[in-house]
């Protein structure tokens, strides 16, 4: 019983984790019919930025304490967000009215060159995040012992969902991405700036991304330049899963993803923790290839 | 001038749709274009409303031209329009379609008092305000796109085949509300394929015909014209 309590609890870490980053692949989707390759590294960057900018604001060779993950985290959003915003603008509106595949060749260039950027900036080996980051309190739950750390991811990934779950749904340029999101064409005639709301969807999308590869820093600890590509992959599953271009989709698509791995690696076998991972998008892919929240569509001429 | 359409060409990518067309648009009248499918009348009103491609020509609203904005800043301009198939954001409620309108409008009072005429143009709307517009029959969707258009406070509207796939009777009722809102200081551009009602709702009308316009007058004058009559109005 104490064991499956604090398996539900990582999963539920995990997939918060997963689901910040499927909410990057799913809002660009939405409007752009587009698989953002290189959200993935963008969440490697955060990682990065998270530790850099983190032993930066100690002073002379001391860390700074605990506290200070909050406003690193925040500028790491914040840096995030712009650098999806630039990738935007370089990599995919020069070609956004050449065919998609060029877009998702161009997605996949992007992707090569931010790996390569993050090997050549940090090197290749993997980095550490220090200790003082990673707070090593357990709090007891029901008189289970949960790792404070775990329960502040799923806090903040929560927190975060919600806030953009309120963002979209009730406020007007919120309106204005979901509209976006349904036809260009109608929400420009409604005077929506199309090209601002996409700039928007990157920014947020990279944004959380980047929160999320803070968030995997502390959590694990270790953090190299090709997380991004598992991790990557995965929050596509958990965004297939959930239904892609469903922003409660991706939320949910995450949280579960977290879960059956988690207690499918806890309960079957560790080695097969991505097996099992790959094998729920192969069963959504062929049971119903729209996700669970996704809906049946007819594919626009 | 009120709108002036110049020498417009004007497709999509590199297929050529209009060669060349030029029309106006007088404050306070009702126009319409006609033609059979294909001849270009969706593609004139995208043009206007900043959509489509355009290789030559311009388009000017009160003198200035629009065919150089964006179609987010042709819309602030006071151009709507309620596009051929409606085009109503599905999933979104009636509500959130209407306030998706009125996105251009700073001004949450202004907002309001537009709401509450519109609704009065459109009581069943009103009634379905917080269903998801996907929801709604044909002639409540019809009705939808028309009031989002209206919901920007638009000087000029821009109608695409208003009455496409309704009953006679709603049908009517759409003409009728054009001619409402005609009265109530909007300038309407509106294309149908529906001839005969259109010209007798219309001052002035224009033929479209593979993307050259082939005849323009009064709309008493083309009702009566033999040629119109034969390829237009049945017979």
């Known amino acids: ?301 | 001038m009120f709108l002036e359409v110049d020498e417009l060409r004007a497709g999509y990518g590199p297929v050529q749709v209009l060669h060349g067309i030029s029309l106006h648009v007088e404050k306070g009248e009702i126009v319409t274009i006609l033609g059979a499918n294909g001849a270009g009348k969706t593609t004139t009103l995208l043009s206007v409303s900043g959509l489509a491609d355009i290789t030559g020509g311009a388009v000017r609203l009160r003198g200035k031209d629009i065919h150089t904005l964006p179609a987010d800043e042709i819309v602030a301009r006071g151009l709507t329009q309620a596009p051929e198939g409606r085009r109503i954001f599905g999933p979104l409620s009636v509500m959130e379609n209407l306030r998706l309108g009125a996105f251009t409008v700073k001004d949450r009072k202004a907002v309001a008092r537009t709401l509450e005429q519109v609704f009065e143009l459109f009581p069943r709307l009103s009634e379905r305000r917080s269903q998801p517009a996907g929801t709604l029959s044909g002639g409540e969707q019809q009705m939808l796109a028309i009031a989002r258009a209206l919901m920007a406070r638009p000087r000029l509207l821009l109608l695409d085949e208003p009455s496409l796939g309704l009953a006679p009777l709603l049908v009517k009722a759409i003409f009728e509300t054009v001619h409402a809102i005609n009265e109530s200081g909007v300038t309407v551009l509106l294309v149908e394929q529906n001839a005969r009602a259109a010209l007798k709702l219309a001052r002035r009308g224009y033929i479209l015909e593979m993307g050259r316009i082939v005849m323009e007058g009064d709309a008493a004058a083309l009702l009566a014209d033999p040629g119109v009559q034969q390829a237009y109005l049945g017979g």
Request: charged share 10%; no cysteine.
């Open chain 1, 1 to 301: 019983m104490d064991q499956l309590f604090q398996q539900l609890v990582n999963g539920l870490a995990v997939g918060g984790i997963y689901a910040l980053v499927a909410l990057g692949y799913t809002m660009v989707y939405g409007v752009l019919k587009l698989i953002n390759f290189a959200h993935g590294d963008l969440f490697t960057i955060g990682a990065y930025l998270g530790l850099t900018l983190f032993v930066a604001m100690g002073s002379a060779g001391t860390l700074p304490g605990f506290a200070a993950v909050l406003p690193v985290a925040v500028m790491v959003m914040g840096l995030t967000a712009l650098l999806g915003g630039v990738l935007e603008r370089v990599a995919y509106r020069p070609l956004r009215k050449a065919g998609r595949l060029s877009a998702v060749v161009s997605a996949l260039g992007a992707s090569i060159f931010f790996q390569n950027a993050v090997m050549l900036v940090w090197g290749a080996n993997y980095e550490v995040y220090p200790e003082v980051m990673r707070p090593s309190a357990v709090i007891f739950l029901f008189d289970t012992g949960v790792p404070l750390i775990r329960l502040l991811i799923i806090g903040v990934s929560l927190l975060l969902m919600l806030t953009l779950y309120g963002f979209i749904h009730h406020t007007r340029t919120g309106t204005a991405v979901r509209a976006a999101a349904i036809d260009q064409g109608a929400a420009a005639l409604m005077g929506i700036n199309v090209n601002r709301i996409i700039t928007l969807v990157f920014l947020i999308g990279a944004g959380l991304g980047g929160a999320a590869g803070i968030m995997v820093g502390m959590s694990y600890g270790q953090i190299d330049f090709s997380m991004g590509f598992s991790y990557g992959l995965k929050a596509f599953t958990a965004a297939v899963l959930g239904g892609i271009g469903n922003i409660p989709g991706a939320m949910l698509g995450g949280m579960l993803l977290g879960l059956i791995e988690t207690l499918g690696s806890a309960y079957l076998t560790i080695a097969w923790k991505d097996a099992i991972s790959f094998l729920v998008l192969i069963l959504i892919l062929i049971i119903r290839p729209t996700g669970i929240l996704g809906e049946r569509t007819a594919e626009k001429l």
